[in-house]
Every structure is written in C-alpha cells, then in structure tokens.
C-alpha cells in the first residue's frame, strides 16, 4: 500500500481520508493540533516550520503532498535531500508563497493576467498606479492573503501607507470582470492533466460563498480557451497534483489569472457529489503517481455553498428534514466570524431550484461565529 | 460529535469510515486484527465473543452497531444492561443467527417464503421432504453459512447425512425463481423508513457476481410490492439501520424470501457511487438516529461486480487507463480462493455498456486467490 504523507490537518486534509481508503493508500497526516479535522489519520502532531520534524515524517511516506501551502521553502529543500518525492515540487509552491512571485512567472508564460506592478522604495509609485490603468485598482499584500484578507481596492496610496511601510506591495488593474471563474485540474508525475469543467464562483466579501458547476453558458470555444490556459500553467510549472485557476471572465468573452492554488481548492469541493473523481482522490492519484480518474459529471448541475461561522449542530436534522438530498460536510472546526467550517452541496437537473435548496439547508444550519 | 462504535474490523467497517468523516460522526471500530481492512478507526483489537472486552469498548461509544452478524446474542444482551444502545438489536439480530429462527418468524409475519421444513429427530424426514415439493430441494445448516457455504441443493438426504448428523437441518423448496433481487433500505429509530430501488443480483456457484440497478424491467407494481415486503419486515422485526432482504422473483412476478441481513450488504454497495446517499452513510444515520438521506440515484444505471480471490496491485494502473469511470474498491485483504477481496461500480446511461465497463476493469485487476 503505497504511503501518502499530507503536510496540515485540515479539512482539505480530512477529505483526501475517504478518497484515500477507497483508492487503498495509507494516508498519514502531520496535523498541527490534537483535535485537528484530519486526526483520524494524524501519525505527527508537530510544528511544520520544523525541518528535523518534518524530515523525520517525511521518511515514513513514499511521497509528500499538502493540505495548505504554508511550509516554507527552505524547509521544503532540505526534506527533499532525503530523497522523499515531494508534490508538488518546492519550486511549483513557491508561485503560491508571494504574490508577485507568481506574478512575475505568469508574465514569463505569457499567460493574460489584469495589468500589475510592484510598489516599492526604488521606483515611482505615481507610473506604478498609472501602469495598471490609474485608481481605482487592487493593491495586495504579497504574502499570506487569503479569503480577501490582504487585498483592498483603493482610490489612493493613503489607504495602503501601513502595508507599503512593511514592505514591497503588489499593485493590480481593476478589471471590468462580468463574473469569477475557477479551473480546476490535477496534473500527474510525466505530465497526464485531466481537467474538469470550469466552474463558476461567486464571492461576497471576498470570499467564496457560492460554486456553480459546471459554469452556467460556456461554448466549447471557451471551455477549449479555459483548457488551454490551465494546462499551460500546469505544464510550465510543472505542477503534480490538483491546480485550481482563479479567473476573471471579460466582457469580451476573454479571461485573465487572478490566483492559483496547487492543492484541493474550495471551488473544487462540488466535484465530491458531481463528477465521477472528487478533486481529493484526483489529488492523491496524481501525487500518488496512479492514473487520472474519470471528470465526468454524473448530474447536469451541482451547487457548493460554503458555511461560514459556525454550524448549529443541532440544526442539522431539521436541515435533513428538510432537503434530505444535501450532502452537509461539517469539518468539526470550532466557531469563528468569517471562518469556513463546512459546506453544502447538492446536485440536480436545473439550476435555480438546485441552488434554492443548498441555500435552504446552508440557512438552517448557520449561525453567526 | 456523536460516538458510534463498530463491531468488527472488515470491509463494511472500513466503507462506513468516509461516511463518518462526511456525517461529522466519531466512528470507532472493535477490529479483530491489527491489520483488519477498517483499521484506520480501530480503537480497540480483540475478542467480540468476550463479553467483559465488548462492554468495555461500548462504554466509550453511545451506540453498537456491526460489520456482521456473528456477535453471539448472550454477550450482547449482557452489554446492553449498561446502557449502551444496540442497534439493530440483539432480538432483531438473532433472526440472522439461525435460518430456521428466520422461518418461523418470517412464517408469523406471513411474509411469502419457499416452502420449508426441518430435519430433526422428532419428525418423519420423508414428511419434511414432501412438505417443501420433493427432490430436489435446497438443504441449508442453520447457523453459520453464508456465500454458499452451508447450502446444497440436494436429490437424497444421503447428501446432507454430515449435516443431519451434528443437529437440525433446514430444508427449502426449491423455488422456479427467474432471477434474485435485493431490497435494500434503512429503518431508523422511531420508525422512519427509506428505500432504494430493488437491485438484481447475479450469482455464480452461490456468491455474488455481479448486481445491476436498479433492477430492469420493474413495473411501478412491482416495486410497491417489493417496499411493501420489506418494510413490514423491517418494522415488525424493529430493526435499526440498513436491512438487506434478499428474494427469488417467481414467473409470475411475486417474490418470496431467500435470506436477511441486517448491515450494509454486498448488493448495496453501488449505492456508494449510484446514491445520493451510500448504504454506509444510511446506516449510520439510522443507527445514531440522524434522519435519513435521499436514495435517488443520480445515474440511470449502477452495475456493481465483485472481485473474489486476489486484486493484482501492480495491474490497477492498467484498469484506470481502459476505465477511468470505474471505481475500484480494495479492502486491503490477502488473496485467497473465493474470498471478497473487493468490487468495481461504473455507472451510466445504459446497461449493456456500463456492465461491459465493470466486467473489463475486474478482468484486468483480478487474480485467482
């Protein structure tokens, strides 16, 4: 049985758990805390910044792979002298570590992207902000931004002053988006990639509240388009495991990268329910060097919708009650404002009415943090 | 998180592990070995015939529940006087201890059953073979077979003088069925009741094969008949979880009852992927009294196929290239001669098709035991 190491004990982490024991792979995790989500499998509760640690772990499993893309890369490097497969590589997770990193390698691939530049001491911030098409644009913060934290649309540098202080600040084009789309993909050692349909995401906040699979009106053309965006990025980086591309759809029917993330990814978390391979057993079959599974979707539609608080433990039999075809997955997180703790998906023929119902069961088992 | 205990570290045990991570349930597994195929959520390795080990295990969880029947009913009555909830229960189970147990309660509920009789001392065995139609006729020993073992379709009672020698025999008439059906549902405490759509099974020399689902050619009729049968029996017998009531359907479109089982069964294991809701995931609903998910099926057509001897590891990657649709489930269990060592479900639009798909992914990975 081949050994599967997942660096955090997330939820990402506790999903890959079902997806392992149906493939017949012993999955290990290395969990930061006890009660982790993924404990059931943790065989290391430690500290992930800890090179002897990890290195330790790491030389339990045939190859390692992640929940979260917070190791850092000097850690990273240095388990890999031991010889463990790491995916993926140190190399493809440095894109995700800094923004302008990745940035900077998109523009290498050609790859379209909103217009971008860097605010920093050695050059004029004044071209910077007209490079990117004038205020209002998006400044970020290139390190450790998630669910819109680490991201503001501004009309002045003023409203930045804090993070320029700190440091180099990403600046990007405010692009005139029509809606949010994620690509999602796993890419194998030796270069098998096998998408699944774009899927739309919808954000309030900035954080993802809603997927739709597959995205409501796209032609084969765009589909194509979409494709050969995403494997690009997956080839040239050379990414072993689940890519998702966050991108902005144009007016023009063109689209442009936003974000990646190299692991299982919210807007992939429909695929469970929907497609013939969950996004966490594609994962481990591409780190785990099996073949792809089947993208197939066996619905005509399916719905996530993210629960963000807390989860009224209680309230989930009236949820059952009432729409018993809702897949409830509770990550058995403790409740926090904003914080992501489990998510509904439910599949179906026709839209509207498959999006009426996860909302339903979302609204009666949510509470406020 | 609510504590539900298994009994029981096989296959079944270890199918129940990703519903219980999907449900937020702590599921903890009384295993027989280190090395059992659910070991993953095994808190406990020893003996289920000792009581004082059993009580003990049950004292962390809130509810028993099993992978198999063969918990003996004294040690689980001494179990239950501390509190624990057992589920299905001892008296429920017991009709799954001893085949002619099931008869006479079967017989009470007036539930259509083959003709039967027993062979015993007190009684004129030519009478008992008379009773159930004469030669040929189908003998079983009570207790303890299953998968073919303890059955023989016999012309004299010279072929069964080992059996007639240890105890009682039961003895079946055997019925002109033209095909076997499961009915598979769930009952849950208080009496809600949910059922899948009647499966077909195919046996070869006795065990399993292959099952397709739903069953084809079922008129609307038929179907209330067959949910009519097994919810009576699910109710007046008061079990709780999954009940699988196996049947001959005779040429002119009735059913009678061939066996019992109250667990998930093989014939439900295309649920997992044909459902919304997985046989494994409905009975854990039932058992922690949870309300009960949808059974629709989201394909229209579900073929499950086992595989009996030996999975080749090596020949998986070949399976996945030719079938990337089929899901291999391999419980981890050394090869040997017969043994369910696991199964394949592809599902689709069309049977000929989907069943050709599973038939050619189990030729490529199985191996004689």
Request: charged fraction near 20%.
């Given at each position: 049985?081949?050994?599967?190491?997942?660096?955090g004990g997330g939820q990402l982490a506790r999903?890959?758990?079902?997806?392992?024991?149906?493939?017949?792979?012993?999955?290990?995790?290395?969990?930061e805390?006890?009660?982790s989500p993924a404990?059931?499998?943790?065989?290391?509760?430690?500290?992930?910044?800890?090179?002897?640690?990890?290195?330790?772990?790491?030389?339990?499993?045939?190859?390692?792979?992640?929940d979260h893309?917070?190791?850092?890369?000097?850690?990273?490097?240095?388990?890999?002298?031991?010889?463990?497969?790491?995916?993926?590589?140190?190399?493809?997770?440095?894109?995700?570590?800094?923004?302008?990193?990745?940035?900077?390698?998109?523009?290498?691939?050609?790859?379209?992207?909103?217009?971008?530049?860097?605010?920093?001491?050695?050059?004029?911030?004044?071209?910077?902000?007209?490079?990117?098409?004038?205020?209002?644009?998006?400044?970020?913060?290139?390190?450790?931004?998630?669910?819109?934290?680490?991201?503001?649309?501004?009309?002045?540098?003023?409203?930045?002053?804090?993070?320029?202080?700190?440091?180099?600040?990403?600046?990007?084009?405010?692009?005139?988006?029509?809606?949010?789309?994620?690509?999602?993909?796993?890419?194998?050692?030796?270069?098998?990639?096998?998408?699944?349909?774009?899927?739309?995401?919808?954000?309030?906040?900035?954080?993802?509240?809603?997927?739709?699979?597959?995205?409501?009106?796209?032609?084969?053309?765009?589909?194509?388009?979409?494709?050969?965006?995403?494997?690009?990025?997956?080839?040239?980086?050379?990414?072993?495991?689940?890519?998702?591309?966050?991108?902005?759809?144009?007016?023009?029917?063109?689209?442009?990268?936003?974000?990646?993330?190299?692991?299982?990814?919210?807007?992939?978390?429909?695929?469970?329910?929907?497609?013939?391979?969950?996004?966490?057993?594609?994962?481990?079959?591409?780190?785990?060097?099996?073949?792809?599974?089947?993208?197939?979707?066996?619905?005509?539609?399916?719905?996530?919708?993210?629960?963000?608080?807390?989860?009224?433990?209680?309230?989930?039999?009236?949820?059952?009650?009432?729409?018993?075809?809702?897949?409830?997955?509770?990550y058995?997180k403790?409740?926090?404002?904003?914080?992501?703790?489990?998510?509904?998906?439910?599949?179906?023929?026709?839209?509207?009415?498959?999006?009426?119902?996860?909302?339903?069961?979302?609204?009666?088992?949510?509470?406020?943090?």
């Amino acid at each position: 049985m081949k050994k599967v190491g997942v660096i955090g004990g997330g939820q990402l982490a506790r999903m890959m758990i079902p997806a392992a024991i149906n493939l017949g792979l012993d999955v290990q995790v290395f969990a930061e805390a006890e009660d982790s989500p993924a404990s059931l499998a943790a065989t290391w509760v430690g500290d992930y910044r800890d090179v002897e640690q990890v290195s330790t772990f790491a030389a339990r499993v045939e190859v390692l792979t992640f929940d979260h893309e917070h190791v850092p890369t000097e850690v990273l490097e240095q388990v890999r002298v031991s010889g463990v497969v790491i995916a993926p590589s140190p190399e493809a997770l440095a894109l995700t570590h800094d923004k302008i990193v990745m940035r900077k390698s998109l523009s290498a691939l050609e790859v379209p992207q909103p217009r971008w530049g860097v605010i920093e001491p050695s050059v004029s911030s004044a071209e910077v902000v007209e490079e990117v098409g004038g205020f209002p644009c998006v400044a970020k913060k290139p390190i450790g931004g998630y669910d819109g934290k680490g991201v503001r649309v501004i009309d002045s540098l003023q409203e930045i002053e804090d993070w320029i202080a700190q440091g180099p600040v990403l600046l990007e084009e405010k692009v005139p988006f029509v809606r949010e789309l994620a690509l999602v993909s796993a890419r194998r050692h030796g270069g098998e990639w096998v998408p699944w349909l774009p899927v739309e995401t919808r954000q309030v906040d900035g954080v993802c509240s809603e997927v739709i699979a597959p995205a409501p009106g796209m032609s084969s053309a765009f589909i194509q388009q979409a494709d050969t965006l995403s494997r690009l990025i997956a080839d040239e980086v050379g990414i072993v495991g689940v890519l998702a591309v966050e991108v902005f759809e144009l007016p023009d029917g063109s689209v442009v990268v936003n974000e990646l993330a190299m692991r299982p990814h919210n807007s992939g978390h429909v695929f469970t329910e929907l497609s013939i391979t969950s996004q966490f057993e594609q994962h481990l079959r591409a780190v785990a060097d099996i073949p792809l599974g089947s993208p197939s979707f066996t619905s005509p539609v399916g719905v996530m919708v993210n629960i963000l608080g807390g989860i009224e433990s209680a309230a989930k039999d009236a949820a059952w009650r009432v729409v018993p075809e809702a897949k409830i997955h509770d990550y058995g997180k403790t409740a926090r404002a904003g914080r992501k703790v489990g998510h509904v998906v439910v599949t179906g023929s026709e839209l509207e009415h498959t999006l009426a119902r996860a909302e339903q069961a979302r609204s009666l088992v949510n509470r406020p943090g």
